[in-house]
């Protein structure tokens, strides 16, 4: 199973809907990254969550950590085409102190003009 | 800045050859990182270095795959022999993991798309 759960797997919203991606782990998150990837690209870095009940905010993404639940979730308000894409997130999620870079399956999101 | 770069951006092999994969981190940056992304498992890593020195590789799937970082400016990723299997899109991250100041988020490069005929 995936230490990093992404929900849904893919989205189709039609221009100037919100929407929300969740990002669930399977341990306790000490800080949590949101990536965008645009298809056959790299990723490109949102934002960074360091802790719990964080909520940061980049143009009309917006995204929150909620530490108990080990949940992020990133909404986008108001989509834009220029919004599609991939996007995933990632957190250090090595055992006994280490730290190992871990990434969920991704988001994809297209949306329709 | 250039950001990170990587060459080839595209290889296409016969199983069996070796292919190497090359990688410039952003100069300043003490942290690297190679990953391999697929449709069936999505983005791996496959090993990471801080200041150079090998820190995980228990993601590099067997021993026809080896990485070197010989300075802080270059990294390769090897596979010898490559089996098609081993298409995917490999990626290059590079960070300030660890340094003061530093928030540890990656800067990718844009990939090396490799496929093993």
């Known amino acids: 199973s995936q230490e990093l759960e992404q929900s849904p797997q893919s989205l189709i919203v039609q221009e100037g809907k919100n929407l929300t991606i969740n990002c669930t782990s399977s341990k306790t998150l000490y800080g949590l990254y949101w990536y965008k990837q645009k298809y056959g690209e790299g990723l490109i870095f949102l934002m960074m969550?360091?802790?719990?009940?964080e909520e940061k905010s980049h143009e009309k993404i917006t995204a929150k950590l909620d530490e108990k639940k080990q949940q992020s979730s990133l909404h986008i308000t108001a989509s834009q085409p220029s919004h599609a894409g991939i996007y995933l997130c990632?957190?250090?999620?090595?055992?006994?102190?280490?730290?190992?870079?871990?990434f969920g399956r991704g988001t994809s999101l297209i949306v329709h003009p | 800045d250039a950001g990170v770069i990587q060459s080839p951006r595209h290889e296409v092999t016969e199983m069996g050859q070796e292919v190497t994969l090359r990688c410039k981190p952003i100069?300043?940056?003490?942290?690297l990182f190679w990953y391999r992304q697929t449709m069936m498992r999505g983005l791996e890593l496959l090993i990471y270095?801080?200041?150079?020195?090998?820190?995980?590789d228990s993601g590099m799937p067997e021993d026809r795959f080896s990485a070197k970082m010989p300075n802080a400016s270059f990294s390769t990723l090897k596979i010898q022999p490559s089996e098609p299997r081993d298409s995917a899109v490999y990626f290059c991250?590079?960070?300030?993991?660890?340094?003061?100041?530093?928030?540890?988020?990656?800067?990718f490069g844009p990939g090396t798309r490799l496929t093993v005929l």
């Open positions: 270095f801080n200041n150079n020195v090998p820190i995980d």
């Open positions: 100069s300043g940056h003490n942290s």
């Open positions: 991250a590079s960070s300030t993991l660890g340094l003061a100041g530093g928030r540890g988020e990656q800067f």
């Open positions: 990632g957190a250090g999620m090595g055992s006994g102190g280490s730290y190992i870079p871990t």
């Open positions: 969550l360091q802790k719990g009940g």
